[in-house]
C-alpha cells in the first residue's frame, strides 16, 4: 500500500460517504516494501501455477467416466465426449480435484473461524507475540496477504480474505462455469494455498490464546495410548480437532481439584493440543497464568483415529465430547451401544441430537448419566466442558453395574462366533488391508490367536468385514478379545507438539538445507488410516532421521508412530531429539501446525537467503523449489484435508508422495525427463536457460509400496541449487535405498551427475566405468576427472529461476 502524506480539502461535495479504513504504518512496522501480491485472487498467480504444470503434467486417474454432478446427467464423457454443459473429461477430474481440495481448506479455515470468535470471547484481544526467536511470526500471513498481525484481531481480515476466495472458487465448479482442466488444476493449488494460510491462522490464535509453546526444541515427552487412562477413574474421552471444549473441561476439573477422579484423554489433533496447553512463555493474563500454567501435561493422549474403533471395542472410556473434523459419523451408534454419553460440540458434527446448550448443566447430566437420551447437543464451550466431566464421573458406576465387568467377549461366545465362520472370504474382499480375514478367524476357530494379534496394527478398524459377514461375526470384538491384555496396557511415548520452527533454527540448517549437506526436509503429513499397517509411518520417519535428514510430522502421523520401539524399548521419539536439524525428529503439533512446515520454507528463503517475503508468494515459492530440498508424504487414506494440505505444498514447490489409494483422488503432477524443453531453468544472474536435470522430477506422485514411497522421497529431494558435497550426500542416499530395498542401483541416476565430485565415494570408480562403457562419458582416469557427459556441468554461482522478473542483468 502506498503511503500517502500532506493534506487535503474536500470542498463543495454532496451526497458523498467518505470511509477511511486501516491506517498502515508501512515504515514503522515493515523493514520490506509490499511485494506484488497482495490477498491474491484467483487469478493472480495463475501464470506461476501455469509454470508447475508446464514442468509436472496433470496425470488423471478417473474412478468413473461419467459426471452426475447436475441433473443434464449422467453424461458419458469417455474418448473425446463431452457433457450436455459442454465439459470434457478431463475438465471434469479437474472440477472434482477443486471440489476435494476445497473440501480440506474449508474444514481448516473454519476451525480458524471459530477459534477467533472463541478466543475473543474468552479472553479479549491479545497481543499476538511468538516470543524473542521467532520474529518472522507469521509467515504465510506475510508473503499472502502482506501484513503483520500485532493482535488477534489482525487476522480477522485474512480469515475474512480465506472465506471470500473459497467463496470464489466453489463457485467455479457449478454447471456452465470454468471449463478448462487447466484451469481447475490453477484453482485447486490456490485453495491448497488458502489452505495453508488457514492452518497457520487456526494454530497461531490458539498458541497465544492457550499459551502453547512457540517452537519447543526440548518439547516434553507425553504417555500415549489406552494403557495411559486410569481405569479406576471416570474417563472423558475429547475426540476431533477444535480444543475448545475439551479445554474447559480441563479448566473446569482443574478448578474443581478433579484430577483424582477423572482422566481426560483425546484423540486425533485434540488429543496433540490439550497436552500443549499453557506450557509456552507464559499467558499475558496473570491470574489465568497463574491457575492453569502446565496444565497440559495433566491430559492423556488416548490415540490416533485409526484407534478410534478399537477403543470403543475396548471400552475404555466413559463419556465422549467430539468437536469437529475426522471423527467418525457413527460415533453415535457405537456410544449408545455401549452406554457411553455423547456430547456434540460444535455445529458441524451435530449427529441428529437434541440441542441442550441452553438448559441447566444438572438436568443435562441427569438425562445422560440415566441414559434418557445417548447424547446431547452442547455449543456453548464453558458447559460443554462442565457436562463432559460431570457425566463422566456420574456415569462410571452406572456403566459398571449395567454391563458386564469384562468389556470383551467371554470366551464362550468367542468361540462360538470364530466357528460360525463358513470361510466365504466376503470379509477379504472388502479389507483395504486385503487382510486374509477368513484365515485369520479360521485359526482363531482353532484355537491359535496369533493371527489375530499379528495383524490387529494393520487392521483400520473400518467394519466393512462385519458389514458384509452373512454370519454376522463381529469381527473387531474377536480381534479386541485376543488382544485385551495389549489394548489395556498399550502406553508410548510421543513428543509433545512443539510449535513453529525458530528462526534461530533456520539460521543452523538454511546454507546445509540450501547447499545439500543436510540432505533434506522429509514433512510425515496427512492423516491416519494406513492400508498397510502404522509401521510403515515409523519406517518411514526411522529410514530419513538415520540418514540426517530432517524429520517434522504432525497430527496422527506423530501418533502412530510412537506406537514402535527399538531393542531398548525406546520410541523414536524417545531416540532422536526434536529440534529442526538434521538427525532430529520434531512433532510440529496438530493438523493446523502442519502450516509451520510451509512457514519454514519461507524461512529459509527470507532469513537465509534475505528474500522479500511481504506479499511475494511466486517469488518465495520459486526459491523453494528451486533451492529448499524437501519433500512431504501422505501416507494414509488421504482425507480431503490431506489432499488440501499436499496442493498447498505443491503450490509453494515443495514435493510430494502419496499411498497408493490416493489414486482414488484422479490427479497427479508428474514430470517427463524426456521432455528437454520442460526442465530449461533460468540463470538470473544473466537471464540464460540451462537445461537442468529433473531435480525434482515429480510434484506429487502415487507410491505403489512403501519401499517405493522412500526411494522416491530421496530423490525429490534432490535440487538445481546442489553443491556438490550436498549432491553427493544426497546420491549416496538415493543409491543406497535403492540397493537396500530393491538391490539394485536406480537406473537414472546418471541424470544427476555433473562433476565427479558428485558421485558417492563408496561407488566412485565402478560408477565412473559404468558412465565411460555404458552411457559413453569421456573420463580423464589420471586426473579422475569427467569431461563430457553430463547434462550441465557444476556451477557453484548458478542461481536458477522459473521467475524471468528476477534476472539481474539480461545477456
Not at 116 to 126: E, P, Q, R, S, V
Not at 263 to 271: E, K, P, R
Not at 646 to 664: D, E, I, K, W
Request: net charge negative; glycine share 8%; proline share 5%.
Amino acid at each position: 500500500m502506498d503511503k500517502m502524506e500532506g493534506s487535503f480539502a474536500v470542498e463543495d461535495m454532496q451526497n458523498v460517504q467518505i470511509n477511511i479504513g486501516a491506517i498502515v504504518k508501512e515504515v514503522e512496522e515493515w523493514d520490506q516494501p509490499m511485494g506484488p501480491f497482495p490477498y491474491p485472487s484467483i487469478a493472480t498467480l495463475r501464470d506461476w501455477d501455469f509454470k508447475i504444470m508446464q514442468r509436472y503434467r496433470v496425470f488423471y486417474s478417473p474412478i468413473c467416466d461419467r459426471c452426475t454432478l447436475c441433473t443434464y446427467g449422467p453424461c458419458d464423457l469417455t474418448g473425446d465426449k463431452r457433457g450436455a454443459c459442454g465439459i470434457d473429461q478431463a475438465a471434469q477430474q479437474g472440477r472434482i480435484v477443486l471440489i476435494a481440495v476445497l473440501m480440506g481448506c474449508t474444514a481448516h479455515a473454519a476451525h480458524g473461524r471459530h477459534l477467533y470468535h472463541w478466543c475473543l470471547d474468552k479472553f479479549g484481544d491479545l497481543p499476538f507475540k511468538m516470543g524473542d526467536e521467532i520474529l518472522v511470526d507469521a509467515p504465510l500471513t506475510r508473503t499472502i496477504a502482506g501484513i503483520k498481525p500485532k493482535t488477534l484481531k489482525d487476522f480477522g481480515p485474512v480469515l475474512g480474505y480465506v472465506e471470500e476466495q473459497v467463496s470464489q472458487l466453489l463457485a467455479c465448479t457449478h454447471t456452465g462455469q470454468e471449463g478448462n482442466y487447466k484451469d481447475f488444476e490453477s484453482k485447486a493449488l490456490h485453495a491448497g494455498m488458502l489452505d495453508s494460510l488457514g492452518k497457520e491462522v487456526s494454530d497461531l490464535i490458539q498458541i497465544v490464546a492457550y499459551d502453547m509453546p512457540r517452537g519447543d526444541e526440548d518439547a516434553p515427552l507425553v504417555e500415549c495410548g489406552m494403557g495411559t487412562l486410569d481405569k479406576n477413574k471416570a474417563i472423558l474421552i475429547t475426540y476431533g480437532h477444535n480444543l475448545a471444549g475439551s479445554a474447559e473441561a480441563m479448566f473446569y476439573t482443574e478448578d474443581n481439584n478433579l484430577w483424582d477422579k477423572v482422566d481426560i484423554g483425546g484423540v486425533c489433533c485434540t488429543a496433540i493440543d490439550n497436552t500443549r496447553i499453557c506450557e509456552g512463555i507464559g499467558h499475558p493474563d496473570k491470574e489465568f497464568n497463574d491457575k492453569y500454567r502446565m496444565v497440559g501435561a495433566k491430559a492423556k493422549i488416548a490415540g490416533a483415529i485409526g484407534w478410534w474403533r478399537k477403543m470403543v471395542r475396548g471400552d475404555c472410556m466413559d463419556c465422549i465430547m467430539v468437536d469437529e473434523q475426522c471423527v467418525w459419523t457413527d460415533a453415535i451408534v457405537d456410544a449408545e451401544k455401549y452406554k457411553i454419553p455423547l456430547i456434540a460440540t460444535n455445529e458441524k458434527i451435530m449427529l441428529g441430537l437434541p440441542d441442550r446448550t441452553n438448559d441447566p448443566v444438572d438436568e443435562i447430566v441427569d438425562d445422560l448419566v440415566n441414559f434418557r437420551m445417548p447424547g446431547v447437543v452442547v455449543l456453548d464451550p464453558v458447559k460443554a466442558g462442565e457436562v463432559g466431566v460431570k457425566t463422566a464421573i456420574a456415569v462410571k458406576p452406572k456403566r459398571a453395574d449395567i454391563r458386564e465387568a469384562d468389556p470383551f467377549l467371554s470366551e464362550e461366545d468367542f468361540k462360538k462366533y470364530a466357528e460360525s465362520c463358513t470361510y466365504c472370504h466376503s470379509c477379504q474382499f472388502v479389507c483395504p488391508p486385503h487382510i486374509k480375514i477368513g484365515d485369520v478367524v479360521r485359526a482363531a476357530a482353532e484355537g491359535n490367536y496369533e493371527p489375530l494379534s499379528t495383524t490387529y496394527e494393520i487392521c483400520v478398524g473400518c467394519r466393512r468385514c462385519e458389514q458384509v459377514c452373512p454370519q454376522d461375526i463381529p469381527i473387531l470384538s474377536l480381534y479386541a478379545y485376543a488382544n485385551r491384555d495389549y489394548i489395556r496396557n498399550q502406553k508410548f511415548k510421543m513428543r509433545a507438539g512443539r510449535g513453529p520452527v525458530k528462526d534461530t533454527e533456520i539460521r543452523r540448517v538454511g546454507a546445509p538445507l540450501v547447499l545439500g549437506t543436510i540432505p533434506g526436509v522429509i514433512a510425515i503429513i496427512g492423516c491416519g488410516n494406513y492400508p498397510n499397517g502404522t509401521k510403515e509411518c515409523y519406517d518411514i520417519a526411522r529410514e530419513f532421521v538415520d540418514r540426517g535428514f530432517i524429520v517434522a510430522a504432525t497430527g496422527c502421523m506423530a501418533m502412530d508412530m510412537s506406537l514402535y520401539t527399538d531393542e531398548e524399548g525406546k520410541t523414536i521419539w524417545e531416540q532422536f531429539p526434536g529440534g529442526f536439524d538434521g538427525r532430529n525428529i520434531c512433532n510440529i503439533g496438530s493438523c493446523v501446525s502442519n502450516a509451520h512446515l510451509h512457514g519454514a520454507g519461507i524461512k529459509v528463503a527470507t532469513i537465509f537467503a534475505g528474500r522479500n517475503e511481504r506479499a511475494n508468494y511466486d517469488d518465495i515459492a520459486d526459491y523453494i523449489l528451486s533451492k529448499v530440498g524437501a519433500c512431504g508424504v501422505a501416507w494414509g487414506a488421504y482425507s480431503q484435508k490431506a489432499a488440501s494440505i499436499a496442493t498447498g505444498f505443491n503450490r509453494l514447490g515443495v514435493p510430494a508422495v502419496v499411498q497408493s489409494h490416493s489414486v482414488m483422488y484422479r490427479r497427479a503432477f508428474l514430470g517427463r525427463t524426456d521432455k528437454k524443453e520442460d526442465w530449461e531453468i533460468i540463470d538470473a544472474r544473466d537471464g540464460s536457460r540451462v537445461y537442468c536435470e529433473p531435480a525434482p522430477e515429480h510434484m506429487l506422485y502415487v507410491a505403489e509400496s512403501v519401499e517405493e514411497c522412500m526411494l522416491m522421497m530421496a530423490k525429490l529431494c534432490f535440487r538445481p541449487s546442489d553443491n556438490n558435497s550436498g549432491r553427493m550426500i544426497k546420491l549416496t542416499h538415493y543409491c543406497d535405498i535403492s540397493m537396500k530395498y530393491f538391490g539394485c542401483m536406480p537406473p537414472d541416476w546418471p541424470i544427476y551427475v555433473r562433476h565427479a565430485s558428485d558421485l558417492p565415494l563408496k561407488w566412485k570408480e565402478d560408477m565412473m566405468k559404468e558412465l565411460e562403457s555404458k552411457y559413453g562419458w569421456e573420463i580423464d582416469w589420471k586426473r579422475k576427472a569427467i569431461l563430457s557427459g553430463p547434462i550441465r556441468k557444476s556451477d557453484v554461482s548458478f542461481d536458477p529461476t522459473n521467475i524471468e522478473r528476477k534476472i539481474r542483468a539480461k545477456k
